[in-house]
């Protein structure tokens, strides 16, 4: 168990539909990474946030966009749903910033989506 | 970042040593070397993480050549519990700290 917690585990939804998928990082952690794994495209980075600031982008598509809220659990919104987005969402947290050198990424169990 | 190549899959007994090694010729100065391994439909999970040299810690053995060109990662006497992709990312020193996975290594262990 990592300590970071994602609900839910499954969604299934429909093409053009809109969800939200929930992220608590592991207790005292400041940043927050959703990625993205597919079969097609394996494990990508969409977006890092740290302590409510978006710190880096990586391939999020602009229907899908995140928040980090005041404690520090994170919200991944997908909209305009194709079926091309089914996939299985990662989320990750870290307590290092940028004077580092070490940055061990705890991952959530994931939610898995399916666009119908 | 650096890209990394790693063998697609690799087959080993129970008990033995496995040695997955990766290539990343254009590591830079300040980049480090890190592996992650990844259950099926769960999240990745750190293994190991080193600069150069020799690295080890309960789990597993990171050797690091001094051109720092390739890494290797050792798992000794695998069980079938270690059945897993292993994934090889140069990670920055310092700046971004997303993480760029290849198509790493499956790694199947045989009773």
């Known amino acids: 168990d990592s300590g970071v917690t994602q609900t839910p585990k499954h969604l299934i939804t429909a093409t053009g539909q809109r969800v939200t998928l929930r992220c608590s990082p592991r207790?005292?952690?400041?940043?927050v990474y959703w990625y993205q794994q597919s079969l097609d495209q394996g494990l990508q980075f969409l977006i890092q946030?740290?302590?409510?600031?978006?710190?880096a982008k990586g391939n999020i598509l602009e229907r899908f966009s995140a928040q980090q809220f005041p404690d520090l659990h994170s919200e991944l919104n997908l909209s305009s749903l194709e079926l091309g987005d089914s996939a299985l969402y990662f989320c990750?947290?870290?307590?290092?910033?940028?004077?580092?050198?070490?940055?061990?990424?705890?991952f959530g169990p994931g939610t898995r989506l399916t666009v119908l | 970042l650096a890209k990394t190549t790693q063998p697609i899959s690799m087959d080993s007994y129970e008990g033995q040593e496995v040695n997955i090694t990766c290539s990343h010729n254009?590591?830079?100065?300040?980049?480090?070397i890190t592996w992650y391994q990844q259950f099926p439909s769960q999240g990745p999970r750190f293994i190991i993480q080193?600069?150069?040299t020799k690295v080890t810690n309960e789990v597993a053995s990171l050797f690091i050549p001094a051109d720092r060109k390739s890494s290797t990662l050792s798992l000794p006497r695998v069980s079938l519990s270690d059945t897993a992709v292993y994934y090889c990312?140069?990670?920055?020193?310092?700046?971004?700290?997303?993480?760029?996975f290849g198509k790493g290594t499956k790694l199947s262990v045989i009773p």
């Open positions: 990750a947290s870290s307590a290092r910033q940028a004077d580092t050198l070490y940055n061990e990424q705890f």
């Open positions: 207790s005292g952690d400041l940043s």
């Open positions: 946030y740290y302590n409510g600031e978006e710190r």
């Open positions: 254009n590591i830079a100065t300040n980049d480090y």
């Open positions: 080193g600069y150069k």
């Open positions: 990312l140069v990670t920055s020193g310092a700046g971004s700290y997303q993480l760029t």
